[in-house]
């Protein structure tokens, strides 16, 4: 079993940044993909970001790719992400999630969720 608790979400300004951790409990942390997932209002939930066991390989989706920066410290069971030059777009309700598989994009292969954390972009 393993919980997850997202924190650092919050309302910043188009062109601003925030890093979201994720804690995750547990002692098995470092034998989980971890991954990033958001849904903004009245749309699906999306994958966002992964990143391997030992954080040798990390997957992003398009949109992100080069503002976005996931990245884990096994030794702290905490995942990150760092997210640069924000946009409108980014605004959703974001997810931390932990896969047995070593790395994950798609949903149905998390096993464990977190609660969510709010981001908001103005412009």
């Known amino acids: 079993q393993v919980q997850l608790v997202e924190s650092g979400g919050g309302l910043v300004q188009a062109g601003g940044s925030l890093r979201l951790s994720c804690a995750a409990s547990g002692r098995t942390f470092s034998r989980y993909g971890m991954g990033w997932f958001r849904q903004a209002p009245g749309k699906e939930r999306e994958f966002v970001a992964a990143?391997?066991?030992?954080?040798?390989?990390?997957d992003y989706t398009d949109s992100v790719k080069g503002r976005f920066t996931i990245s884990r410290d096994n030794a702290k069971n905490t995942v990150y992400l760092q997210m640069n030059r924000m946009e409108p777009e980014d605004t959703a309700v974001y997810y931390c999630?932990?896969?047995?598989?070593?790395?994950?994009?798609?949903?149905?292969?998390?096993?464990?969720w977190g609660q969510g954390t709010q981001v908001t972009v103005s412009s």
């Open positions: 990143i391997s066991w030992s954080g040798t390989y990390t």
């Open positions: 999630a932990a896969s047995a598989s070593p790395i994950a994009t798609i949903e149905r292969w998390y096993d464990y």
